[in-house]
């Protein structure tokens, strides 16, 4: 069984920096791309970061591309999103999500959801 | 960028009733649109992929269809568990992907 499970969200201050982490378990890690989408409170959905199945590549909304960082460790199987200089706009319920498979097209198709960890961004 | 509308933005439908929502692109997008749905305090399911495929295990009530830029999503007979926000969402201009505002889903 797929499993995807966030954690390290938390209340920071403007300006501040967390990182947020993303245990996989139930399938091969290694072999999935995957994506950080987040949804404000009360909002719809906004893809934030993707990530290939190595690592190699990586891809950023302009609202955070310079901010924030993805990375995964593989040997661990976990994703993490590194995140920096968070503004109140960041605040958010932040999800992991599985790409379908490895190719460039199932990228933008997200098959399991972690069930999201809450990042405050206040003073 | 690609920017996605749905309507409307809420329903209000009986049990056994069809519900349809409509999704719409700003630009062609081929096929290249999934369907998820999103229970309170839940995170999104994936229910239809390239605009049109039923994901296994996902209720045959449910369906999609369309190509270009307009596309249709459609449970065929409302059930109390399909109250759910529901979001249209493009991957035509990967890596950017964006969502529709979704559809709010209540049972009248």
């Known amino acids: 069984e797929v499993q995807l499970l966030e954690s390290g969200g938390g209340l920071v201050q403007p300006g501040g920096s967390l990182r947020l982490s993303c245990a996989a378990s139930?399938?091969?890690?290694?072999?999935?791309?995957m994506s950080w989408v987040r949804q404000a409170p009360g909002k719809g959905l906004e893809w934030v970061s993707a990530?290939?199945?190595?690592?190699?590549?990586?891809y950023y909304a302009d609202s955070v591309k310079g901010r924030f960082t993805i990375s995964r460790d593989n040997s661990k199987n976990t994703l993490y999103l590194q995140m920096n200089s968070l503004r109140a706009e960041d605040t958010a319920v932040y999800y992991c999500?599985?790409?379908?498979?490895?190719?460039?097209?199932?990228?933008?198709?997200?098959?399991?959801w972690g069930q999201g960890t809450l990042v405050t961004v206040s003073s | 960028d690609i920017q996605m509308t749905q309507s409307p933005s809420s329903l209000s439908a009986s049990v056994g009733d069809r519900v349809t929502i409509t999704c719409q692109a700003s630009?062609?997008?081929?096929?290249?649109l999934n369907w998820y749905q999103q229970k309170p305090g839940k995170a999104p399911k994936l229910l239809i992929y390239?605009?049109?495929n039923l994901e296994t295990g996902v209720p045959s009530r449910f369906s999609g269809s369309g190509s270009g830029t307009d596309f249709t999503f459609t449970i065929s007979s409302l059930q109390p568990e399909d109250i759910a926000t529901y979001y249209c969402?493009?991957?035509?201009?990967?890596?950017?992907?964006?969502f529709g505002p979704g559809t709010k889903v209540d049972i009248k």
């Open positions: 999500a599985k790409a379908t498979g490895s190719g460039w097209t199932t990228l933008g198709v997200f098959d399991y």
């Open positions: 139930g399938f091969t890690f290694s072999s999935y791309a």
């Open positions: 990530i290939s199945g190595s690592g190699g590549s990586t």
């Open positions: 630009q062609d997008i081929s096929n290249y």
């Open positions: 390239d605009a049109s």
């Open positions: 969402q493009q991957y035509d201009n990967l890596p950017l992907v964006t």
